[in-house]
């Protein structure tokens, strides 16, 4: 049970969270003192925050299309511009498909598709505080999370049959890190983010080996830059994948889908 702190209180740790910095510290004070099971969590959690402990950290939890996804320290915080990414999949996802979100972190995009489609859903990711966020967020919807690199993670019995590939892989090339904002390049495993060199690095072992996992007819789908979707398209195309670029200017997201013919 949370506590049930007073105006005053609260008032107090609204104040906290403007003087370190949090732009909407009214709204992270409700939820941190929702969230806080007695007093001393409270303090513990506001001293966190202030620190600069990503919030979601800090509550254990991300909003991701209105879904509550249990997050730990970690593991990547899902991105609501992710949100359009699920949405693109979601026009090619019908009752009974098979789906896998590969690299999937939290399992937030799995766990989005499978809360408006029944599928049959896998996930798969190759750090352990990962796969066991995963499990905690996609075994009660009946999905299965794998430990392994990339494909190497699935059983055989998923190749050519996966009708909807979710991979929202690193795309930040590497020396571009050190211009994200503190709470992602401080707090978040840099192995989520580097994309190598050019952010491609991942997305070409991804599309590698797309063709043999996707079912005939089958889509893949990857979340990109401005000026990387274009480049993420050609490899796409260098591999058979019939492909389409999607944008919403309003989240700034950029999806690529591949569609193995």
Do not use: K
């Amino acid at each position: 049970m949370s506590v049930s702190p007073s105006t005053v209180e609260i008032g107090l740790v609204v104040e906290r969270l403007r003087a370190s910095g949090c732009v909407f510290a009214e709204d992270e004070a409700a939820l941190i003192a929702e969230t806080a099971r007695d007093a001393a969590e409270l303090a513990a959690m506001v001293d966190q925050r202030v620190a600069g402990l990503p919030l979601e950290y800090v509550v254990g939890w991300a909003s991701f299309r209105g879904l509550r996804i249990a997050v730990d320290p970690g593991v990547f915080i899902p991105r609501r511009r992710t949100e359009f990414l699920v949405a693109e999949a979601l026009r090619f996802t019908v009752a009974g498909s098979v789906v896998v979100d590969l690299g999937c972190g939290s399992g937030a995009l799995g766990a989005a598709v499978a809360a408006e489609r029944e599928v049959s859903l896998y996930a798969a990711d190759i750090e352990p505080a990962a796969v066991r966020c995963a499990r905690r967020n996609l075994e009660p919807l009946d999905g299965t999370v794998y430990q392994g690199d990339l494909f190497a993670a699935l059983p055989e019995r998923l190749l050519g049959e996966v009708d909807v590939l979710l991979a929202n892989v690193p795309y930040v090339p590497t020396d571009e890190i050190r211009l994200l904002p503190a709470e992602a390049r401080l707090y978040e495993p840099h192995v989520t983010l580097d994309g190598g060199p050019d952010g491609l690095a991942t997305l070409r072992r991804v599309v590698a080996g797309a063709a043999e996992w996707l079912a005939p007819g089958g889509h893949l789908f990857v979340e990109m830059s401005d000026q990387q979707a274009p480049l993420a398209r050609a490899v796409m195309v260098e591999h058979g994948l019939e492909t389409e670029i999607t944008a919403d200017d309003d989240l700034g997201a950029n999806v690529v889908r591949g569609r193995r013919s």
